[in-house]
């Protein structure tokens, strides 16, 4: 499989049932989900730690009764407390507890009385469809308040396996054993905050199985990572030079305004663009040029100088945003470029210039060919798409980014902790790869510029768009405390020194 695709809950069923089919009884591969949890527990906790396993009425359950039988086997002391009934319990889920030997106390109360080292949590998994009350809601506020770690199976009861959502409350693991695929809850927030660790485990369902889960997930998810589009990300050979490289355009706002423009610019020549030229306002030259060395220098105060400089076929990527300013006069820049055909990146207040205006931007994109990457956070989101049908109510993030980029015939960048960047095609790629770290000034700048640097140097702008989220997350990684905006182009030498020796 894929090692970047993820599966949704609907296609992990898929893959069961074809892996059945095919004549792989369904016990064996909860026993196979088990021993992946067991073996996860023995990392914890050696023989002799006290294990409680806390089971729910399907199949994750039966997980947990695998998991525990295995486990008392290897001489952890194992208690056992069932949401339900024994003999409620049917299908592989009941073949699992009649091989557990040991007590299953039915009913999840008095839980206090307990004192494990560690916590199997096997009551619901990524298929939960409902809000959790009652005895779960009890059992999720012990296993949150315990002081020892919990072990989620699947995913952490109370989170939805395809969004990420909270259904009404929701273990905080510290580690999660998920099969076969990464679901899009384990990436999306706050999911992915409750998964602690995760650990991904095969159970033997084979190819053709495999095969039949990615083909109900289409539109196509994805994890972004090099497995992504690493394929894709420019090389240099014997014969590269500057020109074969690409020309970023940088369009730069007025005098006390220029600190993002540069950023942006900086960015787009650390990235790989052979040539970086910062387009800005006559009173703005000289604020630019005591900052600017490598990257050179135009004068462009408005649309039609604008138009002149395009008239340069070199200039193949235009960014357009950052400190720009609102209004009329940047949506004339926009229009500009956008018919000029160039590969387009817009940010910022480019974005917020077309509020409520996505379907004339749209149109300015379709006519120039639609090479464009957007990259607003939610609050830009929410101003541009006003109105549409990519914010009405009830919309997942993967669900609203999709719709946008449809909209709009642009690549969506839609910013967060767990970015989400979709093609008009369909097609998603959630990024785990962040930090907190990178909720600073300037640092959405830095991201605009590493986009419109690899456009320029030939990616497409889906591919192109999530490398640079995950190399902007990369460097957000390696630095850590103390991080700045202008750290960021700084440490892309090193980002891509690493990247090279993975792809390698």
């Not at 005895?135 to 995913?155: G, I, K, Q, R």
């Not at 030229?277 to 105060?301: K, Q, V």
């Amino acid at each position: 499989m894929d090692a970047a695709r993820l599966l949704t809950v609907e296609a992990m069923a898929a893959v069961d049932a074809a892996a059945i089919a095919a004549g792989i009884p369904g016990i064996d591969l909860m026993r196979r989900a088990g021993a992946a949890v067991a073996a996860e527990a023995r990392a914890l906790f050696p023989a002799g730690g006290r294990v409680l396993v806390l089971c729910g009425p399907g199949n994750n359950g039966g997980d947990g009764f695998v998991a525990a039988r295995l486990l008392a086997g290897s001489g952890h002391a194992v208690s056992l407390r069932l949401l339900g009934t024994r003999a409620g319990l049917s299908g592989d889920a009941g073949l699992a507890a009649a091989e557990w030997s040991g007590p299953a106390v039915e009913g999840l109360d008095a839980l206090e009385a307990e004192q494990p080292d560690l916590i199997i949590d096997a009551l619901f998994g990524a298929g939960l469809s409902r809000d959790l009350g009652g005895a779960a809601e009890t059992a999720v506020s012990f296993m949150n308040s315990s002081t020892c770690p919990v072990l989620s199976v699947d995913v952490p009861s109370g989170i939805d396996g395809n969004t990420g959502a909270i259904r009404g409350c929701a273990v905080r693991a510290a580690r999660t054993v998920t099969f076969v695929a990464r679901k899009p809850g384990h990436l999306l927030e706050p999911g992915r905050s409750h998964c602690g660790a995760l650990i991904l485990a095969g159970i033997g369902t084979g190819a053709p199985a495999l095969a039949a889960g990615l083909a109900a997930c289409v539109p196509p998810l994805y994890r972004n990572g090099p497995a992504l589009w690493g394929p894709a990300f420019p090389r240099l050979s014997a014969a590269s030079h500057k020109y074969t490289r690409g020309h970023v355009l940088v369009l730069s706002g007025p005098a006390c305004r220029t600190g993002a423009a540069r950023l942006a610019a900086r960015a787009a020549l650390r990235i790989g663009a052979g040539l970086v030229t910062l387009a800005s306002p006559a009173d703005a030259l000289p604020e630019n040029a005591a900052h600017l060395t490598a990257i050179m220098l135009r004068p462009c105060g408005s649309a039609d100088d604008l138009d002149d400089l395009l008239v340069d076929e070199r200039l193949n990527a235009v960014l357009a945003g950052p400190g720009l300013g609102t209004g009329a006069p940047t949506r004339d820049l926009v229009v500009v470029a956008a018919s000029a055909g160039r590969r387009l990146v817009l940010d910022a207040d480019a974005l917020t210039s077309f509020k409520g205006q996505s379907a004339a931007l749209a149109g300015h994109i379709a006519e120039g060919g639609g090479q464009a990457v957007l990259t607003p956070h939610a609050g830009e989101f929410a101003r541009l798409f006003d109105g549409t049908a990519a914010v009405a109510d009830g919309l997942t993030k993967v669900e609203s980014a999709r719709r946008a980029a449809a909209l709009t015939g642009a690549v969506l960048v839609l910013k967060g902790a767990d970015t989400v960047v979709a093609a008009p095609d369909g097609r998603v790629a959630i990024n785990d790869h962040g930090t907190s770290y990178l909720g600073t000034a300037g640092s959405g700048d830095v991201l605009g510029g590493l986009v419109a640097g690899l456009l320029a140097q030939g990616m497409e702008p889906f591919e192109g768009a999530a490398a640079a989220v995950w190399l902007h997350g990369d460097a957000g990684r390696r630095h850590g405390p103390g991080l700045i905006a202008e750290d960021l182009p700084e440490l892309m030498p090193a980002v891509l020194a690493g990247l090279d020796a993975s792809l390698r």
